[in-house]
């Protein structure tokens, strides 16, 4: 887990692993970015969704690989992210979730969010970051894209019985 070095880089925010106690939050750190939801779901995320990302990680991934947290500015939560480190490769981060909330966009928290967490990467003596995404997702494409990140594949992922198209993107360090 990475919670320490996310503590120590970010010492201004409150940061903390997502649990049962504040998963309301971190629901309402989802549902306060209504263009990723219609972008990636097929149905309003539920507590019990944020409750089941905090074990789910692909196979063969401990628990200590995983940091699903949530960030809080002045008691607000407004950033979650899932971090894995070791994935797919031991030379890769892997971001499987970056969100804020819509109403701290386009005032330069995620990409301080990202630079921070990218130092934290380089650090490990991760190679690169990977993460995948929605290509109907174009405000996140762009973002990751103006961020040093390159499409390497495409691929069809099933969520809830619905095929999404998603880019596998890469950003080496």
């Known amino acids: 887990m990475i919670i320490k070095e996310l503590r120590e880089k970010f010492s201004k925010y409150n940061i903390e692993i997502i649990d049962e106690n504040n998963a309301v939050d971190a629901l309402e750190v989802l549902r306060n970015n209504e263009y990723f939801i219609s972008k990636t779901q097929n149905h309003e995320p539920l507590v019990q969704d944020v409750i089941d990302d ?39 981060g892997y971001i499987g979730l970056f969100i804020l909330n819509s109403q701290f966009h386009g005032k330069g928290y995620a990409k301080e969010l990202f630079d921070g967490l990218s130092d934290i990467s380089k650090n ?35 969520i809830d019985n619905e095929d999404f198209e998603i880019y596998r993107m890469i950003k080496r360090l």
């Not at 200590?64 to 797919?88: H, N, V």
């Not at 995404?133 to 499409?151: H, P, R, S, Y």
């Open 54 to 92: 905090i074990l789910g990680r692909p196979q063969g991934l401990s628990l200590e690989q995983k940091t699903y947290c949530i960030i809080y500015k002045d008691k607000q939560a407004f950033a979650l992210l899932d971090y894995l480190e070791k994935f797919p490769n031991d030379r890769s």
């Open 124 to 158: 490990m003596n991760f190679t690169e970051i990977q993460l995948g995404c929605m290509l109907d997702n174009e405000a996140g494409c762009k973002f990751w894209t103006k961020n040093g990140f390159e499409v390497f594949d495409k691929v069809i992922h099933n």
